[in-house]
Nanobody, 120 residues
Framework: QVQLVESGGGLVQPGGSLRLSCAAS????????MGWYRQAPGQERELVAR???????DYADSVKGRFTISRDNALNTVYLQMNSLKPEDTAIYYC??????????????WGQGTRVTVSS
């Protein structure tokens, strides 16, 4: 089995910064891609940012220029540096990973979520 464990959420004032971390552990053969999604109350889960094994990165338009995703392949960990936070960034942030457990078997895994609240 594979587990994704997030950390780093919390309460921050508008304009502030937070850094989220997500570590993948367990039976891991290869990590293809990891990323962050978020879900605000009453809204659907949406992609925030993702990074693949080759270093390719996608960002949601709403976070471009403010958020930076990075990855430590040796630690199977992905980070999300969030700057210039806005109240509309308030949501539960979920880590996602596309991970091979062996040479043939892969699946999409999710973390338990970490809450980010941007409020004065």
């Amino acid at each position: 089995q594979v587990q994704l464990v997030e950390s780093g959420g919390g309460l921050v004032q508008p304009g502030g910064s937070l850094r989220l971390s997500c570590a993948a552990s367990g039976s891991i053969f290869r990590v293809v891609a990891m990323g962050w999604y978020r879900q605000a109350p009453g809204q659907e889960r949406e992609l925030v940012a993702r990074i693949n094994s080759g270093g390719g990165i996608d960002y949601a338009d709403s976070v471009k220029g403010r958020f930076t995703i990075s990855r430590d392949n040796a630690l199977n960990t992905v980070y999300l540096q969030m700057n210039s936070l806005k109240p509309e960034d308030t949501a539960i942030y979920y880590c996602n990973g596309y991970i091979y457990q062996d040479i043939k078997t892969w699946d999409a895994y999710w973390g338990q979520g970490t809450r980010v609240t941007v409020s004065s």
